[in-house]
């Protein structure tokens, strides 16, 4: 695979890293601790106002892992630091991930306290990787999220993503067009996406266009001339209403041409009222065929506001909160040891005890095939009910994929049979129904006999 | 300059940009437009928690002005999508960055409306720049300004930089590191981020570390033995309070061979009453010498809270909230066509009017030499009175750096030196009084005439 922009090259992967996995890492080998470890990644319910998660992210990690190494020059600036032992050292040069990793696919909805990702390696192969894979399925995740609620508050009008601007730099950026791509956007404006990943790329004009005429008029007239079948002008450069007075001139000069404006942009101000007063001008001057675009500090609680008000509103130019999920920036997922050596492990810190051991999640659904529930149990024990999907597959063995990933249409396919599956109660905007998810049996007893000897052994 | 990890490669800088930026620079181009254009970046007030600002940022931005080309394999894929004109496309071949850069340096402390960058150039040299400038400033000042809230908040206590897992990214995962360094965190977790900018690494153990051993005490045991100086515990994987017991134990053993505990980590449960429990039980051991650190969802405010309640803590690990910022992810920062072809120009949009011009911000000082106040003045009007200093200064003339750039370190002193002369009453993390930035009389009177000018040209 082709580096992408804002990624990692091969050389840099190893040491994106907090310094203790590597620390630990030198332990483990001192020790000579090769057994096997499989860790979970998961999300801890937490106060956030997200009553599902989408999976995302899950390709860039399966490539760097499958990439990994620790190059010549990162091996000298870690001798430097003083920090390692030079047997460390040496057995970084061939350490490769040779593991397995079973994940939740990416685009499918998941849920709290489920493991999205299971990485089973030898210890220091699955502790090195930790705080790439967080990264990686973190951000991504929490960007198809907060996507998600906005295609689905815009009740199928056009959502398009503008968020690049202020998305956290380049790899964010890249991530926010792909992953909200992925959950329904039309279309993105970061061109290097388009690109990148083959997303219809879209835009208007800046109000810079606009005053770099004398007179707005003007610069509708000269956008026109260059794009004439595309056209988007903006109209609150000076006042919006005023704005689309001049541009239904020029659209009706268009006309005379055989050309059609496109449409036109909303970026400030009472969005409902004026895309009212905007779409009356238009259709006043026999202009019905053209779009109302509207932008400017929207989220998914705005286009919802909108939309049920019957805003003449075809599209969302949705920015900034989007791209960096404004109310909800972060998920409390964490990536935690279950299994060491054939013993199943777990932590019991206060508000923080994790589940141990090799799990899989089972999804049940009910006689229409909606979503009823999900069970998490132990990756080896039976499905809890026939027709009990389990989620997570095998997506690489001995540290290579088993098989191609799929295509972000493929994804975007995916995303909308899981979204049209889940009930609405369960997706509510500012209030939701909260989705069953339950401890198999056998987890449970794992579970209560683990924490059971944890405190007794450890604390008591 | 060689790239840093994350960063854009020359190839894809051209493309990490709005899609708006290329139709528009089509259009500019047919139009014939190819005179002067001034655009400002500048942070708008809104109701964001933040009385100051830190400039961040502008190093990235500088070395991709200079490097900036549109390559072929670019200008294959604007073909391909269709919307481009053969003309632009082939001027975009030869395209360079010719222009002037001007800026508040990083590390400087500044406000609401003041232009942090301003670009003169040909107007689509410094328009089609726009989303990345943008992109990389508001990351770093964002991340930049949450971070001295920390720092502030230690009050000399140590703050390390424990955010890389759940920041946005390669790119901001890098940049947090970066940018808490220069405002005064010890050192960071991120160890390409030690390498790539030389900031000192540090780091712990993670619950991980002490679940694969099947007693608590054999992995403090087998840790200390890997780094028999420099070991922190972390202390809560069962039960905080019997983790210090059994850390003392180890440590009391260290004694014997002749090493000394570093310290020990909390990261979970409250936070002031286990720091002092564990202290107790450390210094009854005899073991003052060993440092307490704290982490766990760690922000300004807690920090604050435990250092004046007087918790026996020596050092913050500050993650995820400082990373993205998690109360506000984002500034609401713009880049506006101030002057084009030697006519000031403004936008007058609802709730978001711009300052019109070339400008330059003069800074106020007392006879201590305490800021006093700031004047937004035009670029080339005399200073407001002796002594006030001009903050925006030259860094690149017709695309090239016109003196190298500062190292980090000397970024952290800058920050320093102006935090220090920042009076604490504009500092407050919940509540800070209005630092004072005026307008000089002479943009005042400009901004009123173009006002009215736009006004009865545009609207009435």
Redesign the interface.
């Known amino acids: 695979m082709s580096k992408k922009?804002?990624?990692?090259?091969i050389e840099?992967t190893a040491?994106?890293?907090?310094?203790?996995?590597?620390?630990?890492a030198?332990?483990?080998l001192?020790?000579r601790?090769f057994a096997s470890?499989t860790?979970s990644l998961f999300v801890r319910q937490s106060r956030v106002n997200r009553p599902y998660l989408v999976a995302a992210g899950l390709e860039d990690v399966l490539h760097y892992l499958e990439e990994f190494s620790v190059s010549p020059d990162?091996i000298d600036?870690?001798h430097s630091?003083g920090?390692f032992?030079d047997d460390f050292l040496d057995y970084l040069k061939d350490l490769r991930f040779t593991g397995k990793a079973r994940a939740i696919p990416e685009g499918r909805i998941y849920f709290y306290d489920e493991p999205v990702l299971e990485i089973t390696a030898p210890?220091i192969e699955a502790?090195i990787v930790?705080?790439l894979a967080?990264?990686?399925i973190?951000?991504q995740s929490?960007i198809a999220t907060k996507a998600s609620r906005c295609f689905w508050a815009a009740q199928g009008r056009a959502v398009v993503d503008?968020s690049?601007?202020?998305?956290?730099?380049?790899?964010?950026?890249?991530?926010a067009a792909r992953s909200s791509y992925m959950v329904g956007f039309q279309s993105t404006?970061?061109?290097?996406a388009?690109?990148t990943y083959g997303i219809p790329?879209?835009?208007?004009?800046?109000?810079?266009?606009?005053?770099?005429f004398?007179?707005?008029i003007e610069s509708f007239r000269?956008?026109a001339?260059?794009?004439p079948e595309?056209s988007v002008f903006l109209l609150?450069?000076?006042?919006?209403i005023?704005g689309v007075t001049k541009a239904a001139v020029v659209a009706n000069e268009m006309e005379t041409q055989g050309h059609r404006l496109r449409g036109v942009r909303l970026?400030?101000?009472d969005l409902l009222e004026l895309s009212r007063r905007v779409r009356q001008t238009l259709d006043e001057a026999g202009l019905n065929y053209v779009l109302i675009l509207v932008s400017g500090g929207l989220d998914e609680f705005e286009v919802e506001r909108l939309v049920q008000a019957g805003a003449p509103i075809d599209g969302f130019g949705v920015g900034?909160r989007m791209g960096?999920?404004?109310d909800a920036?972060?998920l409390d997922?964490a990536?935690?040891?279950v299994r060491?050596d054939g013993?199943p492990?777990?932590?019991?810190?206060?508000?923080?005890v994790?589940l141990a051991d090799e799990k899989q999640v089972f999804r049940l659904r009910d006689s229409e095939q909606r979503l009823r529930g999900d069970v998490i149990g132990l990756a080896d024990e039976p499905l809890p009910e026939p027709g009990a999907e389990a989620l997570l597959e095998i997506f690489m063995e001995e540290g290579g994929l088993i098989r191609p990933l799929p295509s972000l249409d493929e994804l975007r396919g995916r995303f909308q049979r899981d979204f049209v599956a889940l009930d609405d109660r369960f997706k509510g905007l500012k209030k939701a129904n909260k989705y069953p998810v339950r401890l198999s049996r056998n987890l449970r007893r794992l579970q209560k006999t683990l924490e059971r000897e944890?405190?007794e052994?450890?604390?008591a």
């Open positions: 922009p804002g990624a990692l090259s840099e040491l994106f890293t907090d310094l203790y996995e590597l620390t630990m030198q332990s483990y001192q020790q601790m470890a860790f990162a600036y870690l630091t920090i032992a210890i502790q930790e705080t967080i990264n990686q973190n951000l929490v503008f690049l601007r202020r998305t956290h730099g380049v790899d964010a950026g890249m991530k404006s970061n061109v290097l388009g690109k790329v879209s835009g208007t004009m800046a109000h810079a266009y606009v005053t770099s004398e007179r707005e000269a956008f001339k260059s794009f595309t609150d450069t000076y006042d919006t005023a970026d400030s101000g900034t960096v999920s404004g920036p972060w997922m990536y935690k040891l060491y013993r492990v777990l932590k019991l810190s206060t508000g923080k994790s944890a405190e052994t450890e604390i």
